[in-house]
């Protein structure tokens, strides 16, 4: 028995969607990405699934509102509980029936099931899900798949996620997710969160170059614990990277009860919160004629730090592969 392996779905995009350039918004392309790995990964796993991480989501073009985004998921690496979903955005220009490939992104989904906990029952989790899933047919199977995921395991436990210090991030928004957030129930979506460290890493890329900054890359993203309806998010975002053309933002989401209010402690080893999510995303600054400037460095002292060293690493691999 095989299952589905792919899906699609359309949106059409709307002036709510747009940044302040009038072209969509990029974290609004990663919700809808997503959205669509969600469901096909549910779809063939029979069952909830949850975002665990990402890797090499491109913005290649912009959306434009009043165009059709149409995302396009394949299911093209299946493991014990693990799957990863490739996918391309296409936009169309309704009238002209013009189409572009604007995005492409691989992201990884975990099976899991929602439990009550023992020592709460009117509270649930998420673990591991216990069904099996279906194989997957060896001539789809992704050659890649499996020294991704590998390379992404060994880089979250190189740098243990709670290892941040507060210190490293300028950029804070605290936000309280509503019911439309809601993914698998009580969890909020992992779309929803990533739109959200979208908007974060921008404001963080904005105040360092002065100009008005584009994603051009979600170049990896780490999630190590779901988020709850009523948790309160705190997003961190900082300038990590510099070169002559683009920056490096790395953003997380620190949960926390709602109840704390006043902002939360500043020992973030704390029980008080929880880093739940990390990403690295790269963007380009703009001028007034939509033109790519030149980015300022970071200050000397911000520089040849270990994320200063991964940032120049991962620079350097991406440049290596556009010669």
């Given at each position: 028995i095989m299952a589905s392996n792919s899906r699609r779905l359309a949106a059409l995009m709307c002036p709510s969607h747009a940044n302040l350039m009038g072209n969509v918004h990029g974290g609004t392309i990663l919700n809808l990405l997503e959205q669509t790995g969600r469901v096909v990964s549910t779809a063939y796993s029979r069952g909830p699934c949850a975002l665990v991480g990402a890797a090499g989501t491109e913005f290649r073009q912009p959306v434009r509102v009043g165009e059709v985004a149409t995302v396009d998921a394949t299911v093209d690496y299946v493991g014990d509980h693990v799957m990863r979903v490739s996918m391309d955005v296409t936009a169309e220009e309704m009238a002209s029936g013009t189409k572009r490939v604007t995005n492409t992104a691989k992201m990884w989904y975990s099976t899991i099931d929602i439990v009550r906990c023992e020592d709460d029952a009117n509270k649930s989790k998420a673990v591991v899900g216990s069904r099996s899933l279906l194989p997957l047919d060896p001539l789809l199977m992704a050659q890649d798949a499996i020294p991704e995921h590998e390379a992404s395991i060994k880089a979250r436990e190189s740098i243990p996620l709670n290892a941040r210090v507060e210190s490293e991030f300028p950029v804070r928004i605290h936000h309280l997710p509503g019911p439309d957030a809601i993914a698998n129930h009580p969890f909020v979506s992992a779309g929803?969160?990533?739109?959200?460290?979208?908007?974060?890493?921008?404001?963080?890329?904005?105040?360092?170059?002065?100009?008005?900054?584009?994603?051009?890359?979600?170049?990896?993203?780490?999630?190590?614990?779901?988020?709850?309806?009523?948790?309160?998010?705190?997003?961190?975002?900082?300038?990590?990277?510099?070169?002559?053309?683009?920056?490096?933002?790395?953003?997380?989401?620190?949960?926390?009860?709602?109840?704390?209010?006043?902002?939360?402690?500043?020992?973030?080893?704390?029980?008080?919160?929880?880093?739940?999510?990390?990403?690295?995303?790269?963007?380009?600054?703009?001028?007034?004629?939509?033109?790519?400037?030149?980015?300022?460095?970071?200050?000397?002292?911000?520089?040849?730090?270990?994320?200063?060293?991964?940032?120049?690493?991962?620079?350097?691999?991406?440049?290596?592969?556009?010669?």
């Open positions: 929803y969160i990533l739109k959200l460290m979208d908007s974060g890493a921008a404001l963080a890329a904005v105040a360092h170059t002065r100009h008005q900054c584009v994603t051009v890359l979600l170049d990896k993203v780490c999630f190590s614990t779901p988020i709850q309806f009523g948790d309160l998010c705190t997003v961190r975002a900082a300038v990590t990277f510099t070169s002559e053309r683009s920056c490096e933002v790395v953003a997380q989401v620190w949960k926390s009860p709602s109840g704390i209010v006043g902002g939360l402690p500043d020992d973030h080893a704390s029980l008080a919160a929880v880093c739940a999510v990390e990403a690295r995303f790269i963007f380009v600054a703009l001028d007034n004629n939509m033109k790519v400037v030149s980015i300022p460095e970071l200050p000397v002292e911000k520089q040849r730090t270990k994320r200063w060293e991964v940032g120049a690493s991962k620079h350097k691999e991406r440049s290596g592969l556009r010669c």
